[in-house]
C-alpha cells in the first residue's frame, strides 16, 4: 500500500510545518503578548523570553484599565457578552427560518423560487458599507439603532444565505422517495419534514450553523454602525484599547485570546463533523 | 364492485406526455401486475394511485372515493419503492413500525404487527440493524415488509425484486403470491420481467409508451396477444415473425415455400402481413417427409427446454424451442423438416400490428 520514500515523507512534513507556522504563528504571538506589558512587548528585538504578567486578563475582567494617563473604564466582558448573545440568537433565528425556506427551494419548484433564492445570496456579495448608510437612516426612524433586535435583523444577512444554501444542498441530496415513503405510511408534510428531512440533513445543518455563528461573530462593521458601546461585541469593543495614551497592545492581545476562544473551540470540537458535513453535501450522489 | 379504479388517467410533466387515457379496475383482493419496457410510466402510474404526483387529468377512486386532493397519508395504501427508500437513519424494526406508529397503535401493537410481518418475511433476526449494515435482499424484505405492515387495502409494489441477485429474485418470485394472498390486500405489482408478471398475476396490464395495449389474464395474454409488440414481450425465447403474404388458399408464403398452417387464415388472402409463431410451436422432424427444409445451426440446451436456432434454405433465421426430454432433439449441422402446431401462430397487421387472427389446433 505505502509507496512514499522516505524523502517524500520528509519533504511532506516539512510543507505541512511550513503551512502550520504559517498559520498558527500569529497565533502563538498573539497569546505571548497577551502575557507581557506594553514595554515588554515593544521592546527591540522582540524576545520570547519575558516575565509573564496576567495584569491584562486581570485588567479585561475587572473592567479597569490603568494608563499611563489614569484610569480607563473598559467594557469588554459586557463586549463578549454580546459577541455570545448576537451570534447565538443570529444563527438560532437564522435556523428556524433558513432551514424550513432551504426546505421549499429545494423540494418545490414555484414561480420566481430561483430568482429569491438568488437575491439572498446576493446579500453576500454587496459591500456591508453599501447596505449599511440607507439601513442605519432607517433603524433611526424605526427606533432599532443601538438595539439587540435591529443587530441580529441585520445579522441575518451574514446568516441566513449561508444556512439556506448549504442546507438547501443537502435537502437536495435525499431522495424524494424516502419522503414519499414516509407520507405514505401515513404521516403528514410536517412530521415528515420533522422526523424525515431535518434529521437526514443534520450534518449539513450542523455545519452551515457553525460556520453562521463563526461569520456573525467575526463582524465588524454592522455593529460599529449600528450600536453603541453598550450594545457592541467584542470585535467592535477591542477599538476602546487605542487609547489617548497610546495602543494597549497587551489588552488587545489578551482580548484576542478571549474572543477567539469560544470559535476555535467551537470549530476544534466539530472539525470532523465541519468538514465532513461542508464536503459531503457537494461530493456525494 | 372494483376497489381501485382508474378513469382516463393522463399525466405530462409540461409538455412531455407520460401517460395517456390510463383506464384500469382492479377488484379487492386482485392481483394486477403493470407490465411493461422501462420508461413507459409504470412508476409514475404508482405515483399517481399513492398520491404523491397528482393526475393532469382523469379520476382515481380507491374503495369508490375519489381520490383527487386527499394527501398520500390519507389513501391507506402501502408502497415498496424499487430504490426501496429505507429511512436511513432508523433500524429496521422502525422502519417496518412506521407505518403502524403513524396509525397511533400502543406500543405492544407495534410490536406484533413488526414482528408478524418479519417472521413472514424471515428479517425478525436483523430488526435492530440499520439500512446501511442490510445485504440487499434485507433491505428489499424491510421495505417490502413496511409495505404490508400496516394491512393496506391497496398494495403498490414498484419492481421490487429489480436490485436483487437473481437467486433471491427466483426464490422471492416463488415466495411472493403466497404473501400476497395472506395480506388480502389488493396489488399493483410493477414489473419488466414478464415471467415474474406471469408468476404473480391474476391480470396483466400492458404498458406501453404510456398507453395499455392489452389488459387480460396472463394466459390470455399470452395466447392472444392483442399486438406484435405484446407477443414479442411476453415469451422466452422470443416469438418468430416474419412478413409474408396470405395465398388464396389461406396458405403462408414463408422461406420461398408455400405452408399451410390453418385453413381460416383464406380470409386475409392477398394481404401481406407479420406471421408470428412461437419456439414452443415450432415441430422439427428428422430425415425427410413433408415440411419445411432448414439446417440446425446451433443447440441451447436450457435445462427443460432445448433452445434451436434454425435456418432455412432461403436464409431465413427462426428459434424452435423442445422439452429437453424429447427424443428427437437434432445435433448442430443437421438437416430437419419444420411444421407449425398451429395454436402457436398469430397473424398480426403489417402497419399497425394489431392482431388479426391466430391458428387454431
Not at chain 1, 405510511?185 to 457553525?210: C, D, E, H, Y
Not at chain 1, 478571549?258 to 461530493?283: F, K, M, N
Not at chain 2, 435482499?137 to 393496506?152: D, E, F, H, I, V
Request: glycine letters at 6%.
Amino acid at each position: 500500500m505505502d509507496h512514499t520514500s522516505n524523502l517524500e515523507r520528509f519533504i511532506r512534513g516539512g510543507l505541512i510545518g511550513l503551512v502550520l507556522i504559517f498559520f498558527l504563528f500569529p497565533i502563538f504571538w498573539i497569546v505571548l503578548m497577551s502575557f507581557q506589558t506594553n514595554e515588554t512587548i515593544l521592546r527591540i528585538p522582540p524576545s520570547i523570553v519575558f516575565e509573564p504578567t496576567m495584569s491584562n486578563y486581570s485588567a479585561l475582567i475587572t473592567g479597569k484599565l490603568k494608563t499611563t494617563a489614569g484610569n480607563l473604564d473598559l467594557a469588554f466582558m459586557k463586549n463578549l457578552w454580546n459577541s455570545v448573545l448576537l451570534s447565538t440568537l443570529s444563527v438560532a433565528l437564522s435556523l428556524v427560518l433558513g432551514v424550513p425556506a432551504a426546505y421549499a427551494f429545494a423540494r418545490f419548484r414555484f414561480r420566481l423560487g430561483e430568482d429569491i433564492a438568488f437575491t439572498l445570496l446576493s446579500f453576500r456579495f454587496a459591500p456591508p458599507l453599501l447596505v449599511l448608510l440607507p439601513l442605519s437612516l432607517y433603524f433611526k426612524q424605526l427606533g432599532l439603532t443601538n438595539t439587540y433586535v435591529g443587530l441580529i435583523w441585520v445579522y441575518q444577512l451574514i446568516c441566513l444565505p449561508l444556512i439556506l444554501w448549504i442546507v438547501r444542498g443537502y435537502f437536495e441530496d435525499i431522495s424524494p422517495d424516502i419522503e414519499h415513503a414516509y407520507r405514505i405510511a401515513g404521516n403528514s408534510w410536517w412530521q415528515t419534514f420533522r422526523k424525515i428531512a431535518v434529521p437526514l440533513a443534520m450534518p449539513g445543518i450542523a455545519a452551515a450553523g457553525l460556520l453562521a455563528f463563526i461569520f456573525a461573530w467575526n463582524n465588524f462593521i454592522f455593529a460599529l454602525i449600528l450600536a453603541s458601546a453598550d450594545k457592541q461585541p467584542v470585535t467592535v469593543g477591542a477599538l476602546a484599547f487605542v487609547t489617548a495614551s497610546g495602543i494597549q497592545y497587551g489588552q488587545i492581545a489578551a482580548a484576542i485570546v478571549l474572543s477567539i476562544a469560544p470559535t476555535l473551540a467551537l470549530a476544534l470540537y466539530a472539525q470532523r463533523y465541519l468538514v465532513e458535513g461542508l464536503s459531503l453535501g457537494a461530493v456525494k450522489g | 364492485m372494483p376497489h381501485l379504479e382508474l378513469a382516463s388517467v393522463s399525466k405530462a410533466f409540461k409538455t412531455n406526455k407520460v401517460l395517456e387515457d390510463i383506464s384500469l379496475t382492479a377488484d379487492a383482493g386482485e392481483i394486477v401486475v403493470i407490465f411493461g419496457p422501462s420508461g413507459t410510466g409504470k412508476t409514475v402510474l404508482l405515483r399517481l394511485i399513492a398520491g404523491v404526483e397528482e393526475p393532469t387529468s382523469g379520476s382515481i377512486s380507491i374503495d369508490n372515493q375519489d381520490m383527487v386532493d386527499v394527501a398520500p397519508e390519507h389513501r391507506d395504501v402501502g408502497m415498496a419503492f424499487q430504490n426501496f427508500a429505507l429511512f436511513p437513519h432508523m433500524n429496521a424494526f422502525e422502519n417496518i413500525a412506521s407505518p403502524l406508529r403513524a396509525r397511533s397503535q400502543g406500543e405492544a401493537q407495534v410490536n406484533d404487527g413488526v414482528s408478524r410481518v418479519a417472521r413472514l418475511l424471515k428479517i425478525d433476526h436483523v430488526l435492530s440493524h440499520a439500512p446501511r449494515q442490510l445485504s440487499n435482499g434485507q433491505k428489499q424484505r424491510t421495505a417490502l415488509a413496511r409495505a404490508l405492515a400496516s394491512s393496506p387495502k391497496l398494495l403498490l409494489l414498484d419492481d421490487p425484486l429489480r436490485n436483487v441477485d437473481a437467486k433471491l429474485r427466483f426464490e422471492m418470485r416463488l415466495e411472493l403470491p403466497r404473501l400476497l394472498r395472506e395480506a388480502k390486500s389488493t396489488v399493483l405489482y410493477v414489473t419488466q420481467d414478464y415471467k415474474e408478471a406471469m408468476a404473480l398475476a391474476d391480470r396483466i396490464a400492458v404498458l406501453v409508451e404510456g398507453r395499455f395495449i392489452q389488459v387480460a389474464t396472463p394466459q390470455d395474454i399470452y395466447r392472444n396477444p392483442a399486438t406484435v409488440g405484446v407477443a414479442r414481450l411476453f415469451g422466452d425465447p422470443a416469438i418468430n415473425l416474419a412478413e409474408t403474404t396470405i395465398g388464396a388458399d389461406g396458405a403462408i408464403e414463408l422461406a420461398g415455400e408455400k405452408v399451410t398452417i390453418d385453413k381460416s387464415y383464406r380470409a386475409f388472402a392477398g394481404k401481406t402481413v407479420t406471421f408470428g409463431v412461437r419456439p414452443e410451436a415450432v415441430e422439427v422432424m428428422n430425415g425427410r417427409g413433408a415440411g419445411l427444409k432448414a439446417q440446425v445451426m446451433a443447440v441451447t440446451p436450457l435445462n427443460e427446454r432445448t433452445v434451436l436456432l434454425l435456418q432455412t434454405k432461403a436464409g431465413a433465421e427462426l428459434l424452435a424451442s423442445l422439452p429437453s426430454s424429447s427424443p428427437s432433439i437434432p445435433k448442430a449441422e443437421n438437416e430437419v423438416r419444420i411444421a407449425f402446431n398451429p395454436a402457436g401462430t398469430h397473424l398480426f397487421d403489417r402497419e399497425t400490428g394489431t392482431a388479426l387472427a391466430r391458428g387454431r389446433a
